[in-house]
């Protein structure tokens, strides 16, 4: 599955998704650069997606529900690498 397809921007929808057969990722409606990966096993991980000298870096944030949406700062994050 594509990310651009799975779209989240409550807690609900993240406690909505639930684990496949393969591991998949959903986005953040409303954040840029958010995602939720989703194992097989149900284990949901957040990483922050940014460029760095034109290259596409990942940054693994932790796990859901540890940090939920209320922690969520994209916009922090960003600037951490600006």
């Given at each position: 599955m594509q990310a651009e397809k799975i779209l989240f921007?409550?807690?609900r929808?993240?406690?909505n998704l639930k684990a496949g057969d393969k591991?998949?990722?959903a986005k953040?409606?409303?954040a840029k650069g958010l995602f939720l990966d989703i194992t097989t096993?149900?284990?949901?991980s957040w990483w922050y997606r940014y460029s760095l000298n034109v290259k596409q870096e990942r940054?693994?944030?932790?796990r859901y529900p540890d940090l939920s949406l209320?922690?969520?700062m994209p916009d922090e994050i960003h600037?951490?690498?600006?």
């Amino acid at each position: 599955m594509q990310a651009e397809k799975i779209l989240f921007s409550t807690d609900r929808e993240i406690k909505n998704l639930k684990a496949g057969d393969k591991r998949y990722t959903a986005k953040d409606a409303v954040a840029k650069g958010l995602f939720l990966d989703i194992t097989t096993t149900g284990v949901k991980s957040w990483w922050y997606r940014y460029s760095l000298n034109v290259k596409q870096e990942r940054l693994v944030i932790g796990r859901y529900p540890d940090l939920s949406l209320k922690y969520k700062m994209p916009d922090e994050i960003h600037q951490a690498f600006v």
